[in-house]
């Protein structure tokens, strides 16, 4: 449903862009088209801290219920194997009863992913800048999907998050005026082309 919209989006982007770039006639609404563009690109820029947060909090949970899930095997380490769970797991994977080799496994998948979800909130211990990197990098893509299921927009008034508002806006800006500049020449060139053809 989100690619069939953005798809929709994208086609009534680009009649809207071939219409009112070369009508002359039109240049007002033209620079509104441009102004309204720029807002939009800024107040959604503005979105993305809510977003990092959310995503944030997501993976936080799933840290806790994690921890949670290992809390037992933690106590079994910490009574038969001097405290160390590494130890615990190769014991289990020592085991020549199959089934106990598994639950090594089990153990050893659910240590693994706790490290992981650590150091990814870690990494988001940043500012917003760097948070975005690191998502665009290294993003858990199951976490970012369910936490756009359940994103709820909002708009951050901090100074860091309208200052990156307007940073990653701005540029959006300048990324679009470059297409439509860029198209728009492109056109051009083309039509003086088949004018000197004929």
């Not at 959604?44 to 949670?68: E, H, N």
């Not at 992981?116 to 199951?142: C, F, I, K, P």
Request: net charge positive; with cysteine; charged share 15%.
């Amino acid at each position: 449903m989100l690619r069939s919209s953005l798809t929709d989006a994208v086609g009534a982007l680009t009649i809207v862009l071939f219409f009112y770039r070369f009508n002359k006639n039109m240049k007002w609404i033209q620079g509104l088209f441009d102004r309204a563009f720029l807002l939009a690109a800024v107040f959604a820029a503005g979105c993305v801290p809510s977003f990092i947060v959310q995503y944030r909090q997501r993976m936080g949970g799933r840290l806790d219920q994690v921890l949670m899930d290992l809390a037992p095997f933690q106590e079994i380490a910490n009574r038969q194997h001097g405290g160390s769970l590494s130890a615990l797991i190769q014991h289990h994977l020592n085991s020549s009863d199959t089934t106990f080799q598994q639950e090594g496994l089990a153990i050893q998948t659910m240590a693994d992913a706790a490290q992981h979800l650590r150091a990814g909130l870690e990494a988001l211990n940043t500012d917003v800048l760097h948070q975005s990197l690191y998502l665009l990098a290294q993003t858990d893509r199951e976490i970012a999907r369910a936490t756009w299921d359940s994103y709820v927009p909002a708009f951050s008034v901090s100074v860091e998050s309208l200052g990156f508002a307007l940073l990653l806006g701005g540029a959006l800006w300048l990324v679009f005026l470059a297409l439509w500049h860029g198209t728009g020449s492109l056109i051009s060139f083309s039509r003086k082309r088949r004018l000197v053809k004929q």
